[in-house]
Antibody, heavy 126, light 108 residues
Framework: QVQLQESGPGLVKPSQTLSLTCTVS??????????WGWIRQHPGKGLECIGH???????HYNPSLKSRVTISVDTSKNQFSLKLSSVTAADTAVYYC??????????????????WGQGTLVTVSS | SSELTQDPAVSVALGQTVRITCQGD??????ASWYQQKPGQAPVVVMY???NRPSGIPDRFSGSSSGKTGSLTITGAQAEDEADYYC???????????FGGGTKLTVL
């Protein structure tokens, strides 16, 4: 079955860039048909979409994070990555990667995240 | 603030029926997806589209939609259903995905 696994530093200093990678197994990103996304969850809080990417490199970012976010894809490694620049303590969160499923119904879309990675806690602290 | 609004907390007696709702303008033309999250675990999708349950999700979970309100109904709630539930849908621009604030379900 399809599995996703996040990896990257668990501790990042303020003002630096947070970098995470999601490795996909059981499916090929380059086969198309899906977007691949990043979601985060601040401690004790709700879920927040960061953005998602297609294998072609087409991206959609959360407008509130757009100025600091870059999501990229490496089809040769079957991975996609997240970079979040100029981090502060407010970026401390569990970061999840997930596959974005889509069904088109005329001019409407049904989207859902499945499967998810297990999540990785990133703490921003000096 | 989220474009999708959920009640922060809902409770249900064991074996009874509970409906968790999600409100937002984008729900007039798109169905919400629903996620269950237990402490320390990644979210799991329990409903998507008009009323689609992923494999492995009990049939006591069902989905519905009316106007700008999407609903997740649990018929005969079990103790293991106690969790946080989140809805998700495209935003009003149609390009971004947003989550509701989440509903903490307590099974009494």
């Amino acid at each position: 079955q399809v599995q996703l696994q996040e990896s990257g530093p668990g501790l990042v200093k303020p003002s630096q860039t947070l970098s995470l990678t999601c490795t996909v197994s059981g499916d090929s990103i380059s086969s198309g048909g899906y977007y691949w996304g990043w979601i985060r969850q601040h401690p004790g809080k709700g879920l927040e979409c960061i953005g998602h990417i297609y294998y072609s490199g087409s991206t959609h970012y959360n407008p509130s994070l757009k100025s600091r976010v870059t999501i990229s894809v490496d089809t040769s490694k079957n991975q996609f990555s997240l970079k979040l620049s100029s981090v502060t303590a407010a970026d401390t969160a569990v970061y999840y990667c997930a596959r974005v499923n889509t069904v088109v119904r005329g001019f409407s879309y049904d989207n859902w995240f499945d499967p998810w990675g297990q999540g990785t806690l990133v703490t921003v602290s000096s | 603030s989220s474009e999708l609004t959920q009640d922060p907390a809902v409770s249900v007696a064991l074996g009874q029926t509970v409906r968790i709702t999600c409100q937002g303008d984008s729900l007039r033309s798109n169905y919400a997806s629903w996620y269950q999250q237990k402490p320390g675990q990644a979210p799991v999708v329990v409903m998507y589209g008009k009323n689609n349950r992923p494999s492995g999700i009990p049939d006591r979970f069902s989905g519905s939609s009316s106007g700008k309100t999407g609903s997740l109904t649990i018929t005969g709630a079990q103790a293991e259903d106690e969790a946080d539930y989140y809805c998700n849908c495209r935003d009003s621009s149609g390009h971004h995905l947003v989550f509701g604030g989440g509903t903490k379900l307590t099974v009494l």
